[in-house]
């Protein structure tokens, strides 16, 4: 896919979680998690844009309501994972794509981070 058009939202959420920046176990403590996604398409939409931002932003808002104000590693969606950034840009992405089957866009990354210095992002071209 050559996608031609792109659309962006950020947003953000505060959620907690045990990871130290070394990797280890550390005392539970909260961030405000800055959450960028990016949809693509090679075409616009009948208005002429690659997807409404509202209802990706939308999308994006309800999926991290249930992450928001909760420790990620007691949630059931990262209970699994490490509940780093990396661990919630990929369920993120899995969720969104999920969402944008039978779509004219496709959901190309993800973008987490919870340092104001380090962004993570996962993302990788579906078939």
């Known amino acids: ?6 659309v962006q939202v950020d947003v953000h959420f505060d ?3 045990r990871l130290a920046e070394d990797g280890s176990a550390a005392p539970v403590h909260e961030h405000r998690w800055r959450v960028s996604v ?4 090679e ?4 208005i002429a844009i690659v997807v409404d931002f509202r209802k990706l932003r939308q999308q994006t808002d309800e999926l991290l309501a249930r992450l ?7 949630t059931p969606e990262l ?3 490490d509940a780093s ?3 919630v840009a990929e369920w993120l992405l899995r969720r969104l794509r999920v969402l944008a089957v039978g779509e004219v866009y496709r959901i ?3 973008t987490v981070g919870c340092d104001p210095r380090v962004d993570f992002t996962v993302g990788a071209p579906e078939g």
């Open 1 to 6: 896919m050559n996608d031609l058009y792109a």
């Open 15 to 17: 959620a907690s979680h």
């Open 38 to 41: 990016c949809a693509a398409s």
């Open 43 to 46: 075409q616009l939409d009948r």
């Open 68 to 74: 928001s104000g909760r420790v990620l590693e007691e």
């Open 79 to 81: 209970a699994q994972t």
């Open 85 to 87: 950034p990396v661990a």
């Open 108 to 110: 190309t990354t993800v």
